[in-house]
């Protein structure tokens, strides 16, 4: 089976830290760049993080720049989201994506289930 699968969520206090992992099964990260996302409740999702296909390039979106690293190791086909001095903004789940080839391509191939993250004291 072709999946993405997310772990590493919990609960945590303001100013804690959390890795997030996204695995792949049944398929090589290797040509695929990956992007984190996140939607909480009531809002919209959004963009958080991208790693292109050699870890070579990344960005993040200005909420989390400083705070959150994006990380891969293709020989275990996992890329991580180390999160920093988390607030309890970013409380929300977070979603993995693969997209072949490039962080600017706007249609994913894979999709994972994703994962809660719970910033609260």
């Known amino acids: 089976q072709l999946q993405l699968v997310e772990s590493g969520g919990g609960l945590v206090q303001p100013g804690g830290s959390l890795r997030l992992s996204c695995a792949a099964s049944?398929?090589?990260?290797?040509?695929?760049?990956i992007g984190w996302f996140r939607q909480a409740p009531g809002k919209e999702r959004e963009g958080v993080s991208c790693i292109s296909t050699s870890g070579a390039r990344t960005n993040y979106a200005d909420f989390v720049k400083g705070r959150f690293t994006i990380s891969r190791d293709n020989a275990k086909n996992t890329v991580y989201l180390q999160m920093n001095s988390l607030k309890p903004e970013d409380t929300a789940v977070y979603y993995c994506?693969?997209?072949?080839?490039?962080?600017?391509?706007?249609?994913?191939?894979?999709w994972g289930q994703g994962t809660q993250v719970t910033v609260s004291s």
């Open positions: 049944g398929f090589t990260l290797d040509y695929y760049a």
């Open positions: 994506a693969a997209f072949y080839g490039s962080c600017t391509r706007t249609v994913y191939d894979y």
